[in-house]
C-alpha cells in the first residue's frame, strides 16, 4: 500500500493548527502508520531539503524547520501521495486553492504550514529518514470497508 510522509511545520504546531491539519487526512479516509511531535536536527533538516541546498532560501528554511516542534507524520491509502499533495495545497499560499490547507491557513511561502511528499519514491525515502521502521504501526482500521470498495 502506497504511504507518505508529511510534517507539520513550526507554524502549523506554534498555531494550535495539529488537530485540524491531521483530521483532514484522517476524514478523507488515509491511514496514520506514524505520528510523533520531534525537535529536529540541523543534520535532517539539511539532509530533508537537501534538494534546495542551492537555493536562497535554503539557510532560513533549515533554521526555520529546526526553531520549534514538528509533527511528523506517515499515511497510508491508494494514491496518498498526490492525493497528500492536492490537500496540502500549491507551494505559495497565497496560490493554493481555497480548501486546501495552505490555502485555508497561509500567507507567505516561507510559513506554509506542513511538508508532503512530491513523488512516491521520494515519499520512501523521506519516510526512511525520519522514522525507524519500529515507529510504523500496522493495524487494519475497522471503517476500512466503508472507505474502499
Ligand atoms: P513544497 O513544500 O510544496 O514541495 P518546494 O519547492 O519543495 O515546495 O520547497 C520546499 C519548501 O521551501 C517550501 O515548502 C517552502 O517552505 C520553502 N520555500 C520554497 N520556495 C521558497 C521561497 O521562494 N522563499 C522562501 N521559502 C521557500
Ligand atoms: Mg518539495
Known amino acids: 500500500m502506497e504511504r507518505t510522509f508529511i510534517a507539520i511545520k513550526p507554524d502549523g504546531v506554534q498555531r494550535k493548527l495539529v488537530a485540524e491539519i491531521i483530521g483532514r487526512f484522517e476524514q478523507k479516509g488515509f491511514?496514520?502508520?506514524?505520528?510523533?511531535?520531534?525537535?529536529?536536527?540541523?543534520?535532517?533538516?539539511?539532509?530533508?531539503?537537501?534538494?534546495?541546498?542551492?537555493?536562497?532560501f535554503f539557510p532560513g528554511l533549515v533554521e526555520f524547520i529546526i526553531s520549534s516542534p514538528v509533527v511528523a507524520i506517515v499515511l497510508e491509502g491508494d494514491g496518498v501521495v498526490?492525493?497528500?499533495?492536492?490537500?496540502?495545497?500549491a507551494t505559495n499560499p497565497l496560490n493554493s486553492e481555497p480548501g486546501t490547507i495552505r490555502g485555508d491557513y497561509g500567507a507567505s511561502?516561507?510559513?506554509?504550514?506542513?511538508?508532503?511528499?512530491?513523488?512516491?519514491?521520494?515519499?520512501?525515502?523521506?519516510?526512511?529518514?525520519?522514522?525507524?521502521?519500529?515507529?510504523?504501526?500496522?493495524?487494519?482500521?475497522?471503517?476500512?470497508?466503508?472507505?474502499?470498495?
Do not use: C
Open 31 to 56: 491511514k496514520l502508520v506514524g505520528l510523533k511531535l520531534m525537535k529536529v536536527s540541523k543534520e535532517l533538516a539539511e539532509q530533508h531539503y537537501g534538494v534546495h541546498k542551492e537555493r536562497p
Open 82 to 89: 498526490a492525493a497528500g499533495r492536492k490537500i496540502i495545497g
Open 109 to 149: 511561502i516561507g510559513r506554509n504550514l506542513i511538508h508532503g511528499s512530491d513523488a512516491i519514491e521520494t515519499a520512501q525515502s523521506e519516510i526512511a529518514m525520519w522514522f525507524k521502521e519500529e515507529e510504523l504501526v500496522t493495524w487494519e482500521p475497522t471503517m476500512t470497508k466503508w472507505i474502499y470498495e
